[in-house]
């Protein structure tokens, strides 16, 4: 049934949503932050992305979640159109990732990871879905695959792999040939080891340069799978001193924004790596807010923020088991782990525990589409909330 009330809200999870949309107004504004001045209004901009996003999670909370799965496929087959519309539009930085709008630019990845979510929960909730069956694996699998490969083409692997743990823990969850998907995860793992140890060996036109008496003992021909930009990433990494000019720059940076901000850190607006602009004014305020708020709030503001982080995925967990139904436990199950991806990879990458990636953080980073499609994911989790069986 449609509608609201306030009363069978969970206030937590709001709260918190509207903390972090708040301190996120504050740490962009310090980001673009230099001497007296402020360069650009991003800032104001991500508090009117939260509004629209604010819009989208009344809108959900309203509407009844269980509807949903009645006309899922039209959920799915619009995302699946936009993300081929954005192959229509000219590259962006060497990428088909958005389409631009007027007044602002969308990015159908964003959307397509909660279609996915909402799909594949619909599927295996299904009455009468035999988690046994084969065809019940292949039609996970092509719900998954298809936006998986079209992001991954755009190219954007580090959003495409997101979808990865999200199916993984619904499917394992349904008990969808656990046995056959558990030992399909471990022979990924075994080649993705493999693939880091050829990129690191890998040949270049730096050793190619080098006298043959110069030259490393183990040296392997050109991984054709990656684009040259990902596999920088990867080598930079797994070596300490990879181009530190140019594709690990932002590393040393952060990592360097990180350590110096202490106990205490330096002071709001007082972050020397960031003001300085050591650490890129262009990924400051987006991929890389959380070394802006290391910096300038230490150790003791940074657990703070991990603490948010925690209440938030927590209360996505216990929606989960407190949901009314099998479509709303997965829906819940499915954005939680798609929200705790994004906030663990984030913060792992900026500390040097993880590759570079291009994975914001939620409701803190700089973006429309990913601030409104993570308030339309929360609202979701809301609406299943406030659906729940009460006991």
Known sequence: MNGISLRKLDWTMLGTIFMLIGLSAAFI?????????????????????????????????????????????????GAILLLLMVFLFPEVNGAHRWIPLPGFTLQPSELGKIAVVVA?????AAPGRDMDDWKTLWGCGGIVGVPFL?????????????????????????GVQRRWLLMGLAVVLVLVVLA????????????????????????????PFLEEYQKGRIKVFLTQDHDLADAGWNKLQS?????????????????TQ??????????????????????????????FFLVLYTLLLGRCMWVSLKAHDEFGRLVALGIG?????????????????????????????YGGSFMVSTMIALGLVQSIYQRRRIR
């Open 29 to 77: 504004y310090s980001a673009q932050f230099k001497s007296e001045e402020v360069v650009g209004s991003n800032w104001t901009k991500q508090l009117v992305f939260a509004g629209l996003g604010l819009c989208a999670y009344t809108a959900l909370v309203w509407f009844d979640y269980k509807r949903l799965a009645t006309f899922f496929w039209w959920i799915y087959g």
């Open 255 to 271: 990592q360097i924004a990180v350590g110096s901000g202490g106990l205490h850190g330096k002071g709001y607006l007082k972050g």
């Open 274 to 303: 960031n003001i300085l602009g050591f650490l890129p004014r262009t990924v400051a305020p987006t991929d890389f807010i959380f070394c802006v708020i290391a910096e300038e709030t230490g150790f003791m503001g940074a657990a």
């Open 196 to 223: 880091c140890f050829w990129i690191r060996f890998e040949n270049t036109p730096e050793i190619e340069a080098m006298p043959k008496a110069d030259r490393p003992t183990l040296v392997l021909p050109n991984m």
């Open 337 to 365: 782990v798609m929200l705790f991806c994004h906030v663990f990879v984030n913060i792992a990458m900026t500390i040097g525990l993880l590759p570079i990636t291009g994975l914001p953080l939620p409701l803190m980073s």
């Open 120 to 124: 594949l929960a619909a599927y295996l």
């Open 150 to 174: 079209l992001i991954a083409a755009e190219p954007d692997l580090s959003t495409s792999l997101t979808l990865a743990p999200v199916s993984l823990a619904i499917m394992l969850y349904m």
